[in-house]
């Protein structure tokens, strides 16, 4: 079994800055990629931002500029440091993971999620 546990969220103004981070524990032999999506009251969940093991680095339009994401040292964790938050990026923002399990399989894996509020 693989966890994803993220922290971080919270109550901000518009303007401020947050960072996300998310550690990956379990039957891990390696990870592809590690990535934020996010999910809005009503929406669809959407896609942030996605770091392969390589470093390659994928933004959705709505936060290039914005919001950077990395990996850590030991390569099992992930962070989102998100600048000039805007209300509109309010949303529950989930943790994802491509995991080969020690068992040789590839799985895609979840965290619970962290709320992040922006008031305007």
């Known amino acids: 079994q693989v966890q994803l546990v993220e922290s971080g969220g919270g109550l901000v103004q518009a303007g401020g800055s947050l960072r996300l981070s998310c550690a990956a524990s379990?039957?891990?032999?390696?990870?592809?990629?590690m990535g934020w999506y996010r999910q809005a009251p009503g929406k669809q969940r959407e896609l942030v931002a996605v770091?392969?093991?390589?470093?390659?680095?994928n933004y959705a339009d709505s936060v290039k500029g914005r919001f950077t994401i990395s990996r850590g040292n030991a390569k099992n964790t992930v962070y989102l440091q998100m600048n000039s938050l805007k209300p509109e990026d309010t949303a529950v923002y989930y943790c994802?993971?491509?995991?080969?399990?020690?068992?040789?399989?590839?799985?895609?894996?979840w965290g619970q999620g962290t709320q992040v509020t922006v008031s305007s």
């Open positions: 994802n993971a491509m995991v080969v399990t020690t068992h040789l399989y590839e799985y895609d894996y």
């Open positions: 379990g039957s891990i032999f390696s990870i592809n990629a």
């Open positions: 770091i392969t093991s390589g470093g390659s680095t």
